[in-house]
């Protein structure tokens, strides 16, 4: 047990070096510099070897004590910057996949309906054309011209923005309402209701693939979140060179995020496939063939007593 603790204490430090600690000690770097540099001089190596010059002789420094002093608070100040992107990385998530619908939600919503709205015009004007074309074509007893590429690309482009109308503040969070309402189609269940129970049964392999791909997302977040906070020191010290990166930052977050829930949704839909049934029988419903309709009550009435009971 003592081995199996010192292994888990290890691996927990070494956890939080990578993700919180080194990501800190570069915006610590990012700071001094920037505050030193300023806009004018933000690439001038000689003004930046000239400050490093001055600390590395400054004879407070050469102490011991002065040189742990130092150290302690560049630490300290890295491992308060990596606490605050992670507690930061936990609100990017709730902009990514927000529960509620705020006013500023319902804006986002009619933004995106009308974006929406463009490419499904585009794709029913391309399929009404192609099919007049073909109508055309029968009469005069020549071949129609083939627009079934155009057509799928079209369609693509309409389905890779959203399946339906939009009706969530973001794609990562009409992605995964898409999957609910597949669930929700095909057992008539609810995916949020149902998912713990799901979760409970599920094969430890598929509870830590998806584990993996909930910590890449949760990885996303963060990224995202250190963006920001060089944004906001590019804001304060006028560093350009930090607002670049934050930039870089942002971008790579958001497109690792988007990628994180691609990969989740089908993961949650296929579990639910596989495990449902099972689900329904650690309950105590039979369900000896296909999650059928009447399955799906019964379960449900098991999780609405359970609920009301507790």
């Given at each position: 047990m003592n081995t199996f603790l010192q292994e888990l204490s290890k691996k927990a430090a070494e956890r939080w070096a990578t993700v919180l600690l080194g990501p800190g000690l570069l915006f610590v770097a990012c700071v001094l510099v920037g505050r030193h540099q300023g806009f004018t001089h933000a690439l001038d190596p000689d003004r930046l070897r000239?400050?490093?010059?001055?600390?590395?002789?400054?004879?407070?420094?050469?102490?011991?004590?002065?040189?742990?002093?130092?150290?302690?608070?560049?630490?300290?100040?890295?491992?308060?910057?990596?606490?605050?992107?992670?507690?930061?990385?936990?609100?990017?998530?709730?902009?990514?996949?927000?529960?509620?619908?705020?006013?500023?939600?319902?804006?986002l919503v009619r933004w995106r309906l009308w974006r929406w709205d463009r490419r499904a015009r585009a794709y029913s004007t391309a399929e009404a054309e192609a099919r007049q074309e073909l109508a055309r074509s029968r009469l005069r007893g020549v071949a129609a011209p083939?627009?079934?590429?155009?057509?799928?690309?079209?369609?693509?482009?309409?389905?890779?923005?959203?399946?339906?109308?939009?009706d969530q503040p973001t794609w990562m969070a009409q992605r995964m309402a898409g999957a609910a309402d597949r669930v929700a189609r095909r057992y008539r269940m609810d995916l949020a209701e149902i998912w713990p129970h799901i979760w409970s049964v599920a094969d430890g392999q598929v509870r830590d693939d998806i584990q993996g791909v909930r910590d890449t997302?949760?990885?996303?977040?963060?990224?995202?979140?250190?963006?920001?906070?060089?944004?906001?020191?590019?804001?304060?010290?006028?560093?350009?060179?930090?607002?670049?990166?934050?930039?870089?930052?942002?971008?790579?977050?958001?497109?690792?995020?988007?990628?994180?829930?691609?990969?989740?949704v089908p993961l949650v839909e296929s579990t639910v496939d596989l495990y449902l049934r099972e689900t329904a029988r650690r309950l105590g419903v039979a369900c000896p063939h296909a999650f059928s309709a009447a399955v799906a009550d019964r379960v449900i009435r098991v999780l609405r007593v359970g609920a009301s009971g507790t």
């Amino acid at each position: 047990m003592n081995t199996f603790l010192q292994e888990l204490s290890k691996k927990a430090a070494e956890r939080w070096a990578t993700v919180l600690l080194g990501p800190g000690l570069l915006f610590v770097a990012c700071v001094l510099v920037g505050r030193h540099q300023g806009f004018t001089h933000a690439l001038d190596p000689d003004r930046l070897r000239a400050y490093v010059t001055s600390v590395s002789t400054d004879r407070t420094y050469q102490e011991p004590a002065g040189l742990i002093m130092a150290a302690a608070v560049v630490l300290l100040g890295a491992a308060v910057a990596g606490l605050a992107a992670s507690s930061a990385g936990g609100l990017v998530e709730r902009l990514w996949l927000p529960a509620g619908t705020g006013r500023w939600a319902r804006s986002l919503v009619r933004w995106r309906l009308w974006r929406w709205d463009r490419r499904a015009r585009a794709y029913s004007t391309a399929e009404a054309e192609a099919r007049q074309e073909l109508a055309r074509s029968r009469l005069r007893g020549v071949a129609a011209p083939d627009r079934a590429g155009e057509l799928r690309r079209l369609r693509s482009r309409r389905d890779a923005y959203s399946e339906r109308e939009p009706d969530q503040p973001t794609w990562m969070a009409q992605r995964m309402a898409g999957a609910a309402d597949r669930v929700a189609r095909r057992y008539r269940m609810d995916l949020a209701e149902i998912w713990p129970h799901i979760w409970s049964v599920a094969d430890g392999q598929v509870r830590d693939d998806i584990q993996g791909v909930r910590d890449t997302l949760a990885g996303a977040c963060r990224t995202a979140a250190w963006g920001a906070g060089l944004l906001a020191v590019a804001a304060l010290t006028h560093w350009w060179p930090a607002a670049v990166l934050g930039l870089l930052l942002l971008l790579t977050g958001h497109r690792r995020g988007r990628a994180a829930v691609d990969t989740l949704v089908p993961l949650v839909e296929s579990t639910v496939d596989l495990y449902l049934r099972e689900t329904a029988r650690r309950l105590g419903v039979a369900c000896p063939h296909a999650f059928s309709a009447a399955v799906a009550d019964r379960v449900i009435r098991v999780l609405r007593v359970g609920a009301s009971g507790t």
